[in-house]
């Protein structure tokens, strides 16, 4: 219930927050002014509007109970740095007013403590609050004063750098000129002074020209170039902004008619469309028809939409996909990474192409976030291309971020490195001498595993992956380094205990391993992007604080490849206790067989599958056994080591070992000399309990 409604014990509080009601806040506020001397107010006042930005969003992915938590929070900070005297209300949802006596030096401090508080809130989530601010020595009305604050406030409405504003009267012109651009807007459109640039995208891989995106200009005949920034706001608020983006899309069909028309080259051009957009009914019908009105292959169309209109509603978005989809436009998310929508709403869009933009992920305030957003970058660039999308950065000043971004796997850029936006003309001669390539690459599965349904926590690839099979772990391969995406439980439990998924997603896995046996799981990497069949080493590791190795049997499947990297699926096995259970037996054998040469005892192995017995030393040298002996026992009954009278019991004794019987025992009279040797055998069975082989002896009595 939080946000939208507001209970009043009584009408002059706000249950939830105790704060005033809107009415009792204006008595109050106007009484507090009137009872003031005629207008000299020590250090004025102050009246501060508060507005959070998107609280919808922290109802729906926290809860309303979490919701209601923070607007508590939130009145109790605002009145916090009010201090004595303030009057504070919920004008309603999350929209807040504190009025106090105080000087603009007090404000700017408290206002400092406020966002502070604000940013150390306990939600994984980044809550931004916007405020506006009137500072005034003068007496007026309450109602004023709030209108100025909250003028204050919509000309940074939504701005995620610029936190406050304070009023001031040459903003109230600005904001005059909102009704000026509105009444000017029809003529304007009619008149065409609305123009379309372009800028240009390049593959940085190789510098070639990949497409380029529309941007309207307004050329006003006497203010100059209004930049879209001022008026596309505007528009979308009074919704002419639908009338402009199809003029902005039917420009750009007539020019790429033009230049089909002239045999120039053309690469695709991305049209951005609002959410407002959305909404009018049948808008791809409309931009079908101005698309076939020009004959313009719908392949050298893109369509931008905004990561904001996820916030407004999944399903009307989806619909407009589905059927741009169904025409094959291509779709591309615009700004992602502004908002909240993140990779977990991209599960339920449809979309083709991801366009981020580096101003809202690699903030360079400090050197910290900097870092962070170069962190969520890559990290959504492999997300990204491993859920099948193409990727295109934009905002890109320098060579720096490029080379960056090419490094995590981002070629596509779009900024001010490489070209500003151009008019029409300009574009045209620089299609001419460019280089061009048409496609962006994205990572082609190779599997006919579905990679949407493995993000999916309810499908059934999800299910399986986390229970059904044992350790798995799904990595990208690139350039000899390999990087984990995820990763199930089963897999931390064969590694061993000690580990977290984080721990083992942070940690360098190439890392772990020496020389040699990285050298081994390399070469079993290569071999399987080779054969696109499953591969299999063993691999001994050494995980950070461990004292002892593992020996891990991997086998791999490539899953995915793009033109740089590899996915795998890998399935592994800690078989640590296996090796050295085999390390044991060797090394009881060895100190066995030294033993059987101080004694007078034969010793030898029996393959119970293959009917194979391998003599020891000893058997070889007395006996002129071969290595290998085949058929076992028959040879040894043939030689006579064991006599005609003895060949039926010592045969029936591997039929009792092929039968799974354990330990057998038996005093026999050997060689044509008859003398006697206890003859004992003892069987190894696998983990099925099928016995696999067994260890005889005979010792002379
Ligand atoms: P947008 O769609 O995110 O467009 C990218 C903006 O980033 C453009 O601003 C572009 O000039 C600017 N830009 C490009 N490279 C760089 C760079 O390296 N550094 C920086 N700092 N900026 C760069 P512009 O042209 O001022 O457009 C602003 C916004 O207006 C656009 O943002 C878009 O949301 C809107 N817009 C422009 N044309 C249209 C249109 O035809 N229809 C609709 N609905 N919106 C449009
Ligand atoms: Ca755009
Ligand atoms: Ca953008």
Known sequence: MSGNNITSTNNRTDSLTGLKSYAAFRQEVQAVIDSDEQGIVNGGYVLIYFDIMR?????????????????????????????????????????????????????????????QNVAEYPLPYEIICNMGIYVTKRVMKAEFMLDRAILAYSIIKG?????????D????????????????????????????YYQPQYNHTDGSLVGAEALVRWKHPKRGIIPPGVFIPIFEKNGFITELDLYVFDEVCAFIRRSIDHGNKTVPISVNISRRDIYKPDIVGVMESIRQKYDVPVDLLRIEVTESAIIDGVQQLNDVIDQLHKKHYIIEMDDFGSAYSSLNALKNIDLDILKLDLKFLADDKK????????????????????????????????????????????????????????????????????????????????????????????????????????????????????????????YIR????????????????????????????????ER????????????????????????????VQLIGKSVDSYLFYAMIRNITAEKKAMEEIIHREKLFRAASEQVNIYYWEYDVKTKNMYPCFRCIRDLHLPDVVCNYPEPAIEMGIFPIEVADEY?????????????????????????????????EFDENGVPIRAYGSAAKI
Not at 159 to 167: A, F, L, P, S
Not at 443 to 471: C, Q, R
Not at 505 to 512: D, I, Q, R
Not at 659 to 673: D, F, S
Request: charged residues 25%; glycine residues 6%; hydrophobic residues 35%.
């Open 367 to 490: 050197e910290s976030d900097k870092k962070h957003g170069g962190i969520i970058l890559s990290h959504v660039v492999r997300m990204a291309k491993w859920l099948g999308f193409s990727v295109i950065a934009e905002g890109v000043e320098h060579m720096e971020q490029a080379d960056y971004l090419l490094s995590i796997g981002c070629c596509n850029i779009q900024g001010f490195l490489y070209a500003r936006p151009m008019p029409e003309s300009d574009y045209t001669d620089l299609l001419k001498t460019a280089q061009l390539s048409k496609t962006m690459p994205a990572m082609h599965l190779i599997s006919t595993m579905d990679a949407d349904n493995f993000w999916d926590p309810k499908s059934l690839e999800t299910l399986i992956f986390n229970n059904y099979v044992g350790g798995a772990v799904i990595f990208e391969y690139r350039s000899g380094d390999i990087e984990p995406l995820r990763i199930n439980k089963k």
């Open 55 to 115: 609280f919808k969003v922290i109802n729906d992915l926290f809860g309303t109970q979490e919701g209601d938590n923070f607007l508590v929070f939130m009145a109790q900070q605002i009145t916090a740095i009010g201090g004595k005297g303030c009057i504070a209300t919920r004008i309603n949802s999350d929209r807040f007013a504190l009025f106090a006596k105080k000087g603009r030096e007090e404000t700017d401090r408290d206002v400092q403590t406020f966002l």
């Open 651 to 683: 045969r029936e004794i591997h039929k009792r070992i092929e039968n799974g019987e354990k330990e057998i025992e038996t005093v026999m009279p050997l060689t044509a000399a008859r003398v006697p040797f206890k003859v004992r055998y003892t069987t």
């Open 159 to 167: 701005d995620y750098v610029k936190r406050y504003n304070y009023y």
């Open 528 to 555: 399987a992007i080779k054969s696109e069949q499953e591969e299999e080493c063993e691999t001994w590791r050494t995980y950070e604080g461990c004292k002892e190795p593992i020996c891990v049997r991997s086998s």
């Open 169 to 196: 009267s040459s903003q109230r012109d600005a904001m005059l000129g909102e009704q000026e651009i509105t009444s000017m807007m029809r003529a304007a459109l009619a008149d065409r002074q609305f123009v379309v």
């Open 494 to 525: 064969e590694i061993g205990g000690q580990f977290t998924e984080d721990h083992i997603m942070a940690s360098e896995p190439l890392g772990m391993l020496d020389d040699l046996n990285k050298k081994i799981y390399i070469d079993m990497l």
